[in-house]
């Protein structure tokens, strides 16, 4: 069974940095493609970066310049670098793993707020 656990979310004031990590046991993390998701309460769950096993990264539009998604292989290992953030950005945090098959497992999830 897939284990994932965030750590890094809590209270910043707009215009402040958070980096969030995502520690993954039990599997052979450099074959996943990890992922960080956001869901506000009544929102769907949206995607906001993604990192191939190759480095290949995606952002969500909202984020592009702000946010830096990056992985350590050797300490399996996935970060959420947040600079510059927003009122906007606060959610609870979800950290993704999928598989080559398309199996993907979540953490619990960390809260983010943005606020003054």
């Known amino acids: 069974q897939v284990q994932l656990v965030e750590s890094g979310g809590g209270l910043v004031q707009p215009g402040g940095s958070l980096r969030l990590s995502c520690a993954a046991s039990?599997?052979?993390?450099?074959?996943?493609?990890m992922g960080w998701y956001r869901q506000v309460t009544g929102k769907q769950r949206e995607l906001v970066a993604t990192i191939t096993q190759g480095g290949r990264t995606t952002y969500t539009d909202s984020v592009k310049g702000r946010f830096t998604i990056s992985r350590d292989n050797a300490k399996n290992t996935v970060y959420l670098q947040m600079n510059s953030l927003k009122p906007e950005d606060t959610a609870v945090y979800y950290c993704n793993c999928r598989h080559p098959t398309g199996i993907d497992s979540w953490g619990q999830g960390t809260q983010v707020t943005v606020s003054s």
């Open positions: 039990k599997i052979i993390f450099n074959i996943y493609t």
